[in-house]
């Protein structure tokens, strides 16, 4: 089971590497991380999504973020309405006669072709996990090279 | 007026009442050490920095102040781990300092320098690396508030030599705040009023207490709330003292090692009071099994520990003392517990807790008759193993802080520099090290700080010959297979002559007490070689991952 959890901590060394080993020391799994300065520069914000076996590890999890010291706030994403995105970028097989087929496919989600020489075009796209999903199947047609994902960011309202 | 970073240290540590530092010195703590030259802190130079770090545990255990303690950077450091994690697993308020190279080194694999941050994570509460002489003082003030609030435990300052020697202002900070920590104390009202009426209506309550009744200094709410309704208690080895054992309400120990009453009474109980514990695998055995019929109210100060283990239908959040004395106000109606408490009695009389005298020393007599000789008023620390055990069933507690024994890490080599912290700080108390002849050996060299420091404690060896827990364990789960179980020691009595301490050997029962009071009376310390029964075993006992009601082996 997959949870996101947004996670508010005071930007110090070290404060990484506690989060993180919370998980480790359990043997939890991330599925992803995202860390960057908040408006306040001493405060750091943090989008993780974990893989926990059911409900009870997951409240566990929360609790022990909620113990660390500099852990300002928890937030769990299952029952609070947010948005969620994350950003790939896509190397893809590539000749000028598709770029028409490509940019088509690309204006269905929020992506571009942002570099492309010889026979490979990188593309940028943002979404949710269903449409990079989906996206990624139909780029699947042109042939993937290499991908590389920000993982997931997410704010509530 | 300008400090350097070393003064502002011992400055810091006085304001916060530091009145004796454990430790043992090397070259990232030389300006610490200069600056100790002029001051009035009592320095007690250990022998080894595992033992600083038990016996600024012992200290803190004993007093309920934090203990203090200090090494140097690298091998200093890495020897603090293992008290480190000891104090971190009992939630014991602690301050440990160590040397770092010098800030522009760190990263560089320099000479004698270790990731001290990055080891001890896991294992404290909360660590901090000075980079900057100006947070200096804040830091020691954090490290103090976050030891000694909320669920306390170990927390290490680790400071570069340059920061030690730099200079800056000293500035104290009376009152801190941390904004992302903040304890809760004060129990839910809607909660407490919710326990107070599920007690009301409780047919077979019992009380579980762990060590949160001795840190929150709960032990009268505790005996108040008992006594209002009527509830026999039982505790776990960390809430040893939080409730007097020869009180008709006790039930003893329960779990692993605990009495059999205790252990039919949780099963059979429909209401567990916890207080200040955490439900433990070797307090609940088979977690699936455990206490069947029972609805839970669980106070704790950390949240983290409610609902962890088994599900808990009525959590409180908050400090011990405070919710046990509004849950006493609370209850309206105490529930009737008169079949309850007559069931239990009968349980009482028919698995009392007993060994068997057959000629041979037994070390559980060997206990009883110290808690005879010092009337139950002395301090109590353990190795780990059978003789934790023993002392933990054998002798009767009275009050708090008078049990130290290493009971989350079940650290063997814990007892000894245990005992000697807590002899510091309580130094007219006559204190014990009860101790195996395994377990001694890991922290022996002791006898030199005790001896050098006139730190007066009595070591109550239980010599098997054996690494007994364990050949227990062989004896009754892998076929008697004593595999790397047979310890030798060496000739007690006279290593610890050689000390400058007192030695006394004894293998006949008439010979217990003359020694154990020869042993109070004497004005140093000493050890005493106890040669007991060498396959004697502890009982009565669950096997582990057992409901904890199949008892097995004993004389029940
Ligand atoms: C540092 C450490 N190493 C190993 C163990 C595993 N262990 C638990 S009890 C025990 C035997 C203890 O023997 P001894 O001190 O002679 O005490 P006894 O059980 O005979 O009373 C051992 C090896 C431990 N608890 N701590």
């Known amino acids: ?157 | 007026m300008k400090l350097k970073g070393a003064n502002i240290l011992l400055e810091a540590l006085k304001k916060e009442g530091v009145d004796v530092i454990f430790g043992y010195p090397g070259g990232q703590v030389l300006p610490i050490l200069d600056a100790l030259y002029d001051e009035k802190i009592n320095f007690i130079l250990t022998r080894h920095e595992q033992a600083a770090a038990h016996a600024a545990d012992g200290y803190a255990r004993a007093t309920g102040k934090v203990g203090v303690c200090l090494a140097t950077s690298g091998p200093g450091a890495t020897n603090l781990t293992t008290g480190l994690a000891t104090a971190y697993m009992d939630s014991i308020p602690m301050v440990a300092i160590t040397g770092q190279v010098k800030t522009h080194l760190i990263g560089n694999d320099a000479f004698q320098e270790a990731d001290v941050t990055g080891i001890t994570r896991p294992i404290t509460k909360y660590n901090y690396l000075v980079k900057d002489i100006k947070d200096l003082a804040r830091i020691v003030r954090e490290a103090f508030y976050v030891a000694s609030t909320g669920r306390p435990g170990p927390v290490l300052i680790d400071i570069p030599s340059d920061v030690q020697m730099a200079e800056a202002e000293f500035i104290w900070h009376e009152k801190i705040t941390m904004r992302s920590y903040k304890p809760t104390y004060v129990g839910h009202p809607g909660q407490i009023k919710k326990a107070a009426k599920a007690i009301s209506l409780a047919k077979r309550p019992i009380i579980y207490a762990g060590g949160g009744i001795i840190i929150s200094g709960a032990h009268k709410e505790l005996r108040d709330l008992a006594e209002k309704i009527k509830t026999p208690v039982t505790w776990t080895l960390m809430g040893i003292g939080g409730f007097p054992s020869k009180h008709e309400l006790s039930l003893g120990m329960l779990g692993m090692h605990g009495t059999a009453y205790a252990n039919h009474a949780i099963m059979e109980s429909d209401l567990i009071i916890a207080v200040g514990a955490r439900f433990d695998d070797r307090v609940t055995g088979r977690l699936d099994a455990f206490a069947p019929h029972a609805k839970i109210v669980h106070i704790d100060i950390d949240p983290s520990s409610i609902s962890k283990n088994v599900s808990v239908e009525i959590p409180i959040v908050g400090d011990a003392k405070n919710i046990l004395s509004e849950l006493v106000g609370e209850i309206k109606k105490a529930p009737d517990t008169s079949e309850w408490l007559k069931t239990v009695d009968e349980w009482k009389k028919k698995f009392p807790m007993q060994y068997k005298e057959d000629g041979i020393l037994k070390p559980q007599y060997v206990v009883e008759q110290i808690y005879e000789a010092t009337k139950g008023d002395a301090i109590i620390a353990t190795e780990v193993g059978q003789n934790q055990m023993w002392a933990a069933q054998w002798y009767q507690y009275s009050h708090p802080r008078t049990f130290l024994s290493s009971g989350g890490l079940g650290t063997m080599g814990y007892g000894f520099p245990a005992a000697m912290g807590a002899k510091v700080g309580c130094p007219d108390k006559i204190v014990f090290d009860i101790a195996g002849d395994g377990s001694i050996q890991m922290n022996i060299q002791e006898l030199a700080t005790c001896v050098c420091n006139k730190i007066n404690v009595k070591v109550a060896i239980l010599n098997n010959g054996y690494l007994g827990m364990v050949r227990q364990w062989q004896e009754l789960f892998y076929k008697r297979r004593y595999s790397q179980v047979s310890i030798t020691g060496p000739d007690f009595v006279k290593l610890a002559e050689s000390y400058g301490a007192v030695g006394i050997s004894v293998s006949k029962k008439e010979d217990v007490r003359p020694a154990i009071e020869k042993a109070i009376k004497t004005d140093n310390t000493v050890f005493i070689d106890f040669r007991v029964e060498a396959e004697e075993n502890v009982y009565p006992m669950v096997p582990a991952g057992e409901a904890i009601n199949k008892i097995i082996g004993g004389l029940a």
């Open chain 1, 1 to 157: 089971m997959r949870r996101t959890i947004s996670l508010l901590v005071e930007n110090k060394f070290g404060v990484l590497a506690r989060i993180a080993g919370l998980f480790s020391a359990r043997g939890y799994n991330i599925a992803s991380l995202a860390v960057s300065e908040t408006l306040d520069p001493v405060v750091s914000y943090m989008t993780v999504v974990v893989e926990a076996e059911d409900e009870k590890i997951l409240e566990q999890i929360k609790k022990q973020l909620n113990k660390l010291i500099d852990v300002i706030t928890v937030t769990d994403f299952t029952k609070k309405e947010h948005i969620d995105r994350e950003m790939v970028l896509i190397k893809v097989d590539y000749s000028p006669k598709d770029k028409g087929k490509i940019e088509n496919l690309l204006n269905k989600y929020v992506g571009k072709i942002i570099y492309s020489k010889g026979d490979i075009a990188i593309i940028e796209a943002v979404g949710d996990q269903a449409q990079i999903k989906e996206l990624l199947e139909e780029l699947g047609k042109f042939g993937v090279k290499e991908l590389v994902r920000t993982g997931r960011v997410a704010v509530g309202y």
